[in-house]
């Protein structure tokens, strides 16, 4: 039972560098997102999608694009990384009809 | 604008001993209530949750208060054990499906020996 997969689990950048970090859940959940977490700032909220084709920002989105082409995938592109983006981030999964969310086990990036 | 609050960074309690944590929330909207506890090196996991026309769910060793009037939970842990000693997250979302999770900054629990 895989739940949510994120890769790299470890990346390292260059300033203006670009990357996607994976994201694929094998529990149907309509509602995926991505959060990102710094020392001190807890869980932020970068973007959600709540079904295939759709997806909206969330309290940090600068930076980041996301697109959902499937209910399994949502990807999460940096399109020229800073270093303000070197953070954990941890891509997560519901059902729309629970308010619980399954996270991934969280990708490490660094950007120099 | 921290919406979720969690003013304690850190909590060292002895292993048997009851652990509190606190969450304060400043949104009305908020009517779920989440907490979320993780170890280093892994993703947060799901601990015990209240619904707002509850004070209180227990689940096993673990207790959610909730005070609507103070805009108030708290986490009670008892007895703690070292296998405890995490980072607990409090969250809160409001009703929809579409309803994103806000999160508290999180509190390092301790279970000492």
């Known amino acids: 039972n895989a739940g949510v997969t994120q890769t790299p689990k470890f990346q390292v950048l260059k300033t203006g560098q670009s990357m996607t970090l994976q994201c694929a859940q094998d529990?149907?959940?309509?509602?995926m997102s991505w959060y990102r977490q710094d020392p001190g700032m807890g869980l932020r909220l970068i973007h959600y999608?709540?079904?295939?084709?759709?997806?909206d920002q969330g309290e940090v989105p600068n930076g980041y694009n996301v697109s959902r082409s499937t209910t399994e995938d949502f990807p999460l592109r940096l399109l020229s990384a800073a270093p303000s983006q070197t953070s954990v981030y941890f891509c997560?999964?519901?059902?729309?009809?629970?308010?619980?969310?399954?996270f991934g086990e969280g990708s490490r990036l660094t950007v120099l | 604008d921290q919406q979720v609050k969690q003013n304690s960074p850190s909590l060292s309690v002895q292993e048997g001993r009851i652990s509190i944590l606190n969450c304060d929330y400043t949104?009305?909207?908020?009517?779920?209530f989440l907490w979320y506890k993780k170890y280093p090196a892994e993703g947060p996991t799901f601990l015990i949750s209240?619904?707002?026309?509850?004070d209180k769910n227990e689940d096993g060793r673990f207790t959610v208060f909730l005070n609507k009037s103070a805009k108030h939970l708290s986490l009670h842990i008892v007895p703690s054990q070292p296998g405890d000693s995490a980072v607990y997250f409090c969250?809160?979302?409001?009703?929809?499906?579409?309803?994103?999770?806000?999160f508290g900054t999180g509190t390092r629990l301790q279970v000492t020996l």
């Open positions: 949104n009305s909207m908020f009517d779920y």
């Open positions: 969250a809160a979302t409001g009703t929809g499906t579409a309803s994103k999770l806000t």
């Open positions: 997560a999964s519901r059902s729309l009809n629970t308010g619980e969310l399954f």
């Open positions: 999608s709540v079904g295939a084709g759709i997806t």
């Open positions: 529990m149907n959940h309509e509602y």
């Open positions: 209240i619904s707002s026309i509850k």
